[in-house]
């Protein structure tokens, strides 16, 4: 569809406001109309030269925004993001649609991590108290990612045409990115405190090369699995395609 520009950017508060911002994002999700995407990430950024100086070696609450109904809308929307903290970073400003991808400053080159999923049927006060006890010390000794991303919208509604697109009753999903043992195991405490949110649910794209058929099978509505199998089955039935989230093929009865 055509897009030309938006108003988008990030927001970088101090880690120690974590608590005020993340309940504050959650608030202020409710208002937010389809126009407004948002996600928000607790982490912890490397002392590296290319950072500006106010985000080296810190740990913040990475708030993202892309907004498309305008810059004086966006403007009015932010006000109450702007107003929890003083961010260390603000960026959010109007871009060019082909900037998009600047929005989460993702590293330019590959890094090597693990990174699991799961979709939140919601984000209640709860769910953010659990949250935060586990993921700040997640991040703050480990050297963890934890993001949360506010679904909803269209993704919500029933498609025009028949699609494999699942989690269409979440709305958030939950992502956890980090290396080594001990994030492992935090992430593990982590997701088990975020359970009662769950959809039972996992996001396709935040899987890792160890997860299962079973966890890729999660990825996507029962009917939709069995359907995908079925024609799997048909076209590659001896699982060529297999390098990737594999879909394998269904059985012969």
């Known amino acids: 569809m055509p897009l030309a520009r938006l ?33 928000l990430a607790l982490l912890r950024l490397p002392d590296e030269p290319g950072l500006p100086d106010p985000l080296r070696g810190r740990f913040v609450v990475h708030v993202r925004i892309a ?60 769910a953010v108290g659990a949250l935060l006890d586990q993921a700040v010390p997640a991040v703050a000794e480990h050297g963890a990612v934890v993001e949360v991303r506010h679904l909803g919208g269209a993704l919500a509604r029933p498609p025009a045409v028949r699609s494999a697109v699942g989690n269409r009753d979440a709305a958030f999903s939950l992502m956890f990115l980090a290396s080594g043992p001990a994030a492992i195991a935090a992430r593990a405490r982590l997701f088990a405190a975020m359970a009662p949110w769950g959809t039972g649910g996992v996001y396709l794209n935040f899987l890792s090369g160890a997860d299962t058929a079973g966890d890729v099978a999660r990825a ?19 699982n060529l395609f297999r390098i990737n989230h594999n879909i394998s093929p269904a059985e012969a009865s």
């Open 67 to 126: 907004h498309v109904g305008g810059t004086e809308s966006g403007e009015r929307l932010l006000r109450p993001l702007r107003s929890l903290a003083t961010p260390l970073v603000d960026d959010v400003t109007e871009m060019p649609y082909s900037a998009v991808a600047t929005i989460h400053r993702d590293p330019p080159g590959p890094l090597a991590y693990h990174e699991h999923s799961m979709m939140l049927r919601e984000l209640d006060v709860a």
């Open 220 to 238: 996507y509505p029962a009917d939709a699995w069995g359907r995908l199998r079925a024609i799997k089955a048909v076209h590659d039935p001896q």
């Open 7 to 39: 108003y988008g950017g990030a927001l970088f508060f101090p880690g120690e406001t974590a608590a005020r911002v993340v309940c504050g994002w959650r608030e202020w999700l409710a208002s937010v109309p389809e126009e407004t995407t948002s996600s």
